[in-house]
């Protein structure tokens, strides 16, 4: 499987920072917003990675990045010219996934579960249809809404719908078989003007493929596209890290732990950052982590 970092858009309610720089390069407490969701795909066991961004943006996540070999990764990159819906990722990245499996990460979301990347590697591992994550919110009018029915079957999903029928929202992670972007391009553009990613997965519902798995107690689903929440993720991986010295959305620490890279690579990305708290907790995981114990989250 391959994965989607789609780090898009013009960032308008994060104004005036993103004036200057993207949405997903500014700083969660002590890393780039943009490592979060990848830590995620990594946790799933991806490490071929498409990054869609801006032409104005791209360069930048080049500069950040690189080719992904120092933590074991293939990066590619693309440009998304103009915002035009999360499902038009598809249609830029076709040539590139070229016909297999393919999950998509918002480049703004940040997922905290216990066992997450078993979750996400079930996910991935599901050879037809799609899987998606719902989590249950206080204003689901922001978002992709999924209702159930008693048995706990997904019924319906509407895109900010005035008037929910449901708390539970689609979270920005999303995992689709090898058909996905024939049935993407078979969207046509909302009233705004958009490919919804909601009407890609609604073709899965209908035909009853799509999987909806509920992060419940225990996890935390944070969306860091404004102010607020972007203080309030900062503050979220502060205090996991602080309190229990545990990383948080470290792509060196994840790809060491899903055997990306081998103990010496991780001392050497660690000593690049050894100034920062962070290349000091990374070089603790290198000289007394064991590869394969996942700390159980991904941000």
Not at 42 to 65: C, E, K, N
Not at 171 to 185: E, I, K, Q, S
Not at 247 to 263: C, H, N
Request: hydrophobic share 40%; net charge negative.
């Amino acid at each position: 499987m391959k994965g989607i970092l789609l780090a898009g858009g013009s960032g308008t309610r994060l104004h005036p920072m993103t004036l200057a720089a993207s949405k997903q390069l500014l700083p969660v407490y002590d890393k780039p917003m943009v490592y979060y969701p990848l830590t995620t795909l990594m946790l799933a066991g991806i490490r071929d990675i498409l990054v869609i961004s801006t032409p104005a943006d791209l360069p930048q996540f080049r500069r950040l990045l690189g080719d992904g070999q120092r933590i074991g990764v293939n990066f590619a990159y693309a440009e998304q010219p103009s915002p035009d819906g999360i499902a038009q990722a598809f249609l830029i990245a076709r040539d590139w996934i070229d016909g297999e499996a393919c999950a998509l990460v918002l480049g703004d979301n940040l997922i905290f579960a216990d066992h997450l990347s078993a979750l996400l590697q079930e996910a991935a591992a599901r050879s037809r249809g799609a899987t998606v994550f719902a989590y249950r919110v206080r204003d689901p009018e922001r978002y992709g809404v999924v209702s159930f029915a008693e048995d706990g079957r997904a019924t319906e999903i509407v895109e900010k719908p005035a008037h929910p029928n449901s708390n539970w929202a689609v979270t920005g992670l999303y995992f689709y078989d090898d058909r996905v972007c024939d049935l993407a391009a078979q969207i046509r553009p909302s009233p705004r003007g958009e490919l919804e990613i909601t009407d890609l997965n609604r073709l899965y519902l209908e035909e009853g493929t799509l999987r909806v798995d509920r992060l419940g107690r225990g996890c935390a689903w944070l969306d860091a596209g404004k102010p607020e929440s972007l203080l309030h993720a900062a503050t979220f991986v502060q205090t996991l890290q602080e309190r229990q010295g545990l990383l948080v959305g470290s792509p060196e620490e994840v790809a060491f732990r899903m055997g990306f890279i081998d103990r010496a690579q991780l001392r050497r990305e660690a000593n690049r950052l050894i100034k920062t708290e962070l290349g000091r907790m990374l070089l603790e995981v290198a000289d007394h982590g064991e590869p394969g114990i996942h700390n159980g989250f991904a941000s």
